[in-house]
Every structure is written in structure tokens, then in C-alpha cells.
């Protein structure tokens, strides 16, 4: 990995070559500009956590980075760029979208300008190959996200004798004591603006891994089999008796539709506790309640094993940067992006992962970020987040789907539904 000052330089020299005058590529920006704009998902918490990232750059470069933050990114997203107005970069959640866009000829090839032995450092082959299409590379990881979580209060549990469930048949004696108690165990919310429902596609790939397996899984993220596939249903269903039934879940299918992703973990920390389990990935720390101390308050623990055959797999799922507007400039941040220097600023905010090899451990000063490593090391199984890697139209069918199987509707209609948007592609 070139060390910060030599990329600096290149950095300072590129940004020379804008205020010279220098040409601007076929599909790049007509004209240097002194900003550029990143569009992404992260708001709150998550817009400081970036200004702090983007402040190096803009302190040795004097270039302004922007940052714009929606809960209706794979809206505005397409509607900006098919308007002429697309902002320099996006901060892609899905895979699959980045690929949508790149299948459109809307992003730009990034191995033209990144320098191959930096990338071939800092990642290790199987991240950079997500966001590589074909032979050219698109995009690449700039936060890794476990899933598969579960959150608790160990001061609550260990005040009601609970102990934390291993396998599912530890997991229903804890239900039922939970119940039994007067208590619910699980918050679930799956409201997210334009994304509704994905927190229920998280739930049902981490159901499928555990009970289909590791080649169920990677057949049906493929579409070698189809979302009315027995081991799919099993899975919808699995799921259903759990968000659907009052006693398992804070209000029900009511409560889990009517109750925002952010907003979901917070009866965890009222007395009595709403709830006493919340299943969301790493990122989720940012939107608890002010002055809650995450390190001293929770803990987590991976999903229960359903089977001992899969033991207890880990669902993953990245932030991988693209860029939509070429300019030298942007090749400036995306140098950046890619030094130790801003990914060690992004580990100090805990909530995830950093994915480049080159980030020693003592980056990580909180002890939720050791757990995860420690569950991450201890996985049966990894695999990307399902939805993820499917194309747009099926992601969003698949979420879309979730709410309506809570809101009533059959589950064969439902998966024939979301079998339906795959097929027509």
C-alpha cells in the first residue's frame, strides 16, 4: 500500500491538471468544478461519520465534497441520472443495483485511472471481485456490514436468568420463558420509505442459509431455482410465525409494518423492555437512543442454528462506492478512499467493518467492533446479503412482497409475484 503522502501527491498533482485546464474525458464533466456530490443512504449519524471521512481530502485538496443523504436512494438515484443531473458519486446498499447501472453504461470504469497493485493490497480478491462486471471494475467496498445479528441487554438478561440460545431449541425454551415472563421477544420494524420490507428479505435469507444451506442459497440468489422453490417457502413461512404472531413479536404484523427500521430497536432499552431481542445488521448501533452507551448497554450473538448440518452461517452485505461523472478530480477521492488514513477514520465510529486487508485490529477501539470480528472468524458459512444480488426490479418485488405476505396476502401469490418480476428480464 503507497503510504498517504505519495498518494497525496498524486492526489495534489491531478487536482493541478483540473485548474490547468487539462481535457475531461469522452462522458466525463464538461468543466472542473471545486465540489463534488456523493449520493447515498446513510443519514443522521451516518452524514457526520462521512463529513469527518471526506475532511482530509477537502483539507489537502481544497475540493468540497457534498454528501446527500435520502431513505429513497434507488429512486432518486435513476431519476437523477436519466434527468441529466447525476451526482459524482453514489454510495451503493445493493450489488445488484450497481450492476443495473453498470449494465446501462451509466458508471465509470475505475481500473482505468486506479492503480491495480493499491486495489490488489487493500482488498482481498473476493471483495474486489463484487464490484467488478465482466473484466472492468465498477465500483469497490467501503464498509462491510454483518447481518445475521441479534441484539440484547445482557443486564436485563441476566436479571430474568436468561441465557443466550445457541441452537433453535435453546432459542424456543428462551421464547416461551420470555413469553411465560409476560414479556415479547422480538422489535421488528419494516418501514424504510422506498425500501419497505427490506428488513424482512434480511430475515428470511438468514432463515433460508440456516435451514436450505450454503447450495440452496447460492441457487436461489442465481435464479437457478425459483422464489416458489419449497426451500424459499419454508423459509417465508418460517419467518411468518414469528413477525405475525403477537406473542413473538412487539404488535404483531401490525407493529412490524407500522415501525420504521430505525425506530425498531428502541423498546429494547424502555423498563419494562418492549422487547427483549432485536435481529439487524452492525449499522444499527447509530439510531438507538441518545446517551446510550452500546459498548456498556448490548451485546449480540449470531443467529440460532436451525440445523446443526449449516451451524450458524453469517449473512454479509457491503457499501461499495461507484462513480457516475469522470472527472480528475473524483479520481482524486477515489485515491483517497482507497489509503488506510480515511478507512481508520470511518473504524473509530464502530457499526461496521472495514473491509481492506491493510486496516490492522487496534483500528477498532469499541468492543462491539471485537465482536464482530470474533463472530465474523467464528462463521460456518459467509454469504452475501441475497436481495442484494439480485437485479433492481427483483430486489425491490422481493421486499415489496414481504409487506404484502404481512399485510394478509398468500404466500404462493406472493412468490409466483416475485417469480414473476425475475422471469420477465
Known amino acids: ?85 447525476p451526482p459524482d458519486f453514489a454510495l451503493f446498499p445493493q450489488l445488484g443495483l450497481l450492476r443495473d447501472f453498470v449494465d446501462r453504461g451509466q458508471l465509470v470504469p475505475l481500473d482505468t485511472f486506479l492503480d491495480r497493485p493499491t486495489l490488489a493490497d487493500t482488498f482481498a480478491p473476493d471483495l474486489l471481485a463484487l464490484g467488478t462486471v465482466g473484466d472492468r471494475l465498477y465500483g469497490f467496498s467501503l464498509r ?6 441479534v441484539w440484547y441487554r445482557p443486564q436485563v438478561f441476566a436479571a430474568k436468568g436468561y441465557a443466550v440460545p445457541e441452537t433453535w431449541e435453546q432459542w424456543e425454551t428462551l421464547r416461551d420463558r420470555i413469553i411465560a415472563d409476560g414479556g415479547v421477544p422480538w422489535c421488528l420494524g419494516l418501514d424504510s420509505g422506498d425500501s419497505t420490507g427490506w428488513v424482512g428479505t434480511d430475515w428470511i435469507e438468514t432463515l433460508l442459509l440456516r435451514t436450505g444451506g450454503p447450495e440452496i442459497y447460492d441457487q436461489w440468489t442465481s435464479h437457478q431455482i425459483p422464489f416458489t422453490h419449497p426451500a424459499v417457502k419454508a423459509a417465508f413461512e418460517q419467518f411468518g410465525r414469528i413477525a405475525q404472531d403477537p406473542r413473538q413479536t412487539l404488535g404483531g404484523s401490525t407493529g412490524a409494518l407500522s415501525l420504521s427500521f430505525q425506530d425498531a430497536p428502541l423498546p429494547l432499552f424502555s423498563d419494562p423492555p418492549g422487547c427483549y431481542l432485536h435481529q439487524q445488521a452492525s449499522f444499527i448501533s447509530a439510531f438507538f437512543p441518545p446517551g446510550v452507551q452500546a459498548d456498556e448497554t448490548v451485546d449480540i450473538f449470531p443467529f440460532p442454528a436451525l440445523d446443526p448440518a449449516y451451524g450458524r452461517p453469517l449473512v454479509v452485505g457491503d457499501l461499495l462506492v461507484g462513480m457516475l461523472q469522470d472527472s480528475k478530480a473524483g479520481q482524486a477521492f477515489l485515491a483517497y478512499l ?15 467493518l472495514s473491509p481492506y486487508q491493510t486496516l490492522g ?63 420477465r428480464l
Open 338 to 352: 482507497l489509503t488506510p488514513e480515511s478507512q481508520a477514520i470511518w473504524a473509530t465510529f464502530g457499526g461496521h
Open 1 to 85: 500500500m503507497k503510504q498517504w503522502w505519495r498518494l497525496l501527491g498524486w492526489t495534489l498533482t491531478l487536482v493541478l491538471l483540473v485548474a490547468c485546464g487539462g481535457e475531461p474525458s469522452a462522458g466525463s464533466k464538461a468543466a472542473a468544478s471545486p465540489t463534488l456530490t456523493v449520493l447515498g443512504t446513510l443519514t443522521g449519524s451516518g452524514e457526520t461519520e462521512l463529513a469527518a471521512v471526506f475532511a482530509p481530502f477537502t483539507a489537502a485538496t481544497g475540493i468540497a465534497v457534498v454528501y446527500e443523504g435520502t431513505d429513497a436512494f434507488d429512486t432518486v438515484l435513476p431519476v437523477r441520472v436519466e434527468a441529466g443531473d
Open 361 to 423: 485490529l487496534d483500528a477498532y477501539g469499541d468492543r462491539l467492533s471485537q465482536r464482530d470480528i470474533e463472530i465474523l472468524g467464528s462463521a460456518d458459512t459467509l454469504r452475501y446479503d441475497g436481495s442484494d444480488l439480485m437485479p433492481r426490479a427483483v430486489n425491490r418485488t422481493f421486499a415489496s412482497g414481504v409487506v404484502d405476505y404481512l399485510s394478509g396476502v398468500p404466500l404462493d401469490q406472493v412468490l409466483e409475484t416475485i417469480e414473476a418480476s425475475w422471469t
Open 144 to 149: 462491510t456490514y454483518l447481518k445475521s445479528l
